[in-house]
């Protein structure tokens, strides 16, 4: 199964470039620092629930959709990851 894309990479490309907006403009209109995006877009950081809500009022995709992407993508590197973690499934007592 393909790894679903992080979040920033689809608001980068389907969401700001078709606009011709670039990192410092957008960063301008939602309201936030330009590094703060541009971690975002860049997939270096996480979509906040926030950040989420400042592209929705923004731009108009909605924000539980763009959160939706966010919980895809960790949960796909969280199983890439799944051999190493290490706990024993857990059965109540039957006393």
């Given amino acids: 199964m393909k790894n679903p894309p992080h979040p920033g990479r ?8 078709p ?5 410092k403009n957008s960063a301008h209109i ?9 971690r975002l877009l860049n997939e270096r950081a996480s979509l906040s629930a926030e950040m989420a809500l400042r592209i929705e ?6 924000a539980d ?3 939706r992407l966010q919980l895809a993508y960790d949960m796909a590197q969280a199983r ?3 051999d190493q973690i290490q706990v024993t499934r857990y059965h109540p007592s039957t006393s």
């Avoid at 606009?19 to 990192?23: H, K, R, S, Y």
């Avoid at 009022?57 to 909605?62: D, E, L, R, T, W």
Wanted: one cysteine or more.
């Fill in 10 to 17: 689809i608001i980068r490309d389907e969401v700001l470039a």
């Fill in 19 to 23: 606009l011709a907006l670039d990192v």
């Fill in 30 to 38: 939602l309201g936030v620092a330009r590094s703060t995006l541009s």
């Fill in 57 to 62: 009022k923004a731009f108009g995709p909605q």
């Fill in 65 to 67: 959709h763009l959160m």
């Fill in 80 to 82: 890439c990851h799944e």
